[in-house]
């Protein structure tokens, strides 16, 4: 997927934004093998603890913004927001299957969840 389209941003803002995070050790380019032209993203270590950190940081902000609701007030807006989601998705991925594209988010949860919890002990 290319970042600028899925951003809706300038690919050559994109490019300025993804030099700085090179140069910052939270992102390397790896470069197609078969194509040159492609680069892949990945994030390094020190990436993958901002972005945990950054996470937890967001998930805290939310408990609190969200502790106004009782429980059946937020599992009906966690509701809504789901049926949102699978609307957004089948119009910005027609013809994908749903499961396909969360699957890594499933695969991530988990340690995002054991980021959390060490967090509170």
Excluded at 12 to 38: C, T, W
Aim: proline share 2%; net charge neutral.
């Amino acid at each position: 997927m290319d970042v600028a389209d899925w951003l809706d941003r300038n690919p050559n803002s994109i490019s300025m934004i993804i030099n700085r995070m090179e140069k910052g050790g939270l992102v390397e380019r790896i470069m197609g093998l078969q194509d040159r032209r492609a680069v892949r993203l990945v994030l390094t270590e020190e990436g993958k603890e901002l972005l945990d950190q950054a996470n937890v940081l967001g998930w805290e902000l939310m408990q609190e913004i969200l502790s106004c609701l009782s429980k059946e007030e937020l599992q009906a807006h966690i509701r809504g927001l789901e049926r949102v989601r699978e609307s957004a998705f089948k119009y910005l991925y027609p013809g994908k299957v749903i499961k396909e594209i969360i699957t890594n988010e499933e695969q991530e949860m988990p340690r995002f969840l054991a980021k959390i919890k060490r967090r509170d002990v």
